[in-house]
């Protein structure tokens, strides 16, 4: 069975998150094994600059990339892909692995080094997102795309 894991910078959601996210998982149980693994945010109240608490979450991220894993990081500047292109995709991606690991950054983002480890940069929109919300937004477009490649109703 497939599995996809969110790499998540933050820890202590707030209960809407993770309410959100078991009203999918719940529902794709059958398609895949979906869980999240936590990566505590940098302590923002040390002044230190964007990079460096990139830098400091990026040593836990890279960590809990896996080598067999296909590493798809969530960033503003990566690629748009409509619901049936992430649908394809994950078919793909699929056929070549077993586990997917979707990796969401903290306050400031990802950086350059888990950037360059992944295999796609994705973007859900030109917005910005908290990175809390993306874990609820990413939950239902990975249940969206499971549903499109089974023959589903639930995208129409």
């Known amino acids: 069975m497939l599995r996809v894991e969110l790499v998540a910078v933050g820890t202590k959601p ?3 998150v993770l309410e959100g ?6 529902r794709m149980r059958h398609e895949c094994h979906f869980d999240i693994r936590e990566i505590k945010t940098s302590d923002r ?3 230190l600059s964007v990079s460096a608490h990139q830098e400091a979450e990026a040593e836990s991220i890279l960590a809990a990339l896996q080598p067999s894993a296909r590493i798809i990081a969530m960033d503003s500047q990566g690629k748009n892909w409509s619901t049936e292109q992430l649908a394809q ?3 793909n991606w699929s056929q070549t692995a077993s586990h997917l690991q979707f990796v969401i950054g903290g306050p400031d983002g990802l950086s350059r080094a888990v950037l360059d480890r992944a295999d796609d940069t994705w973007s859900l929109s030109a917005l910005t997102f908290p990175h809390f ?3 609820v937004l990413l939950s239902e477009q990975i249940y969206r795309a499971l549903m499109v490649n089974a023959n589903h109703p639930y995208h129409k």
Not at 21 to 26: A, D, P, T
Request: net charge positive; aromatic share 12%.
């Open 89 to 91: 995709k994950i078919e």
């Open 14 to 16: 707030p209960s809407w």
């Open 21 to 26: 996210v078991e009203q999918y998982v719940s």
């Open 45 to 47: 109240n040390r002044k």
């Open 133 to 135: 919300l993306v874990r």
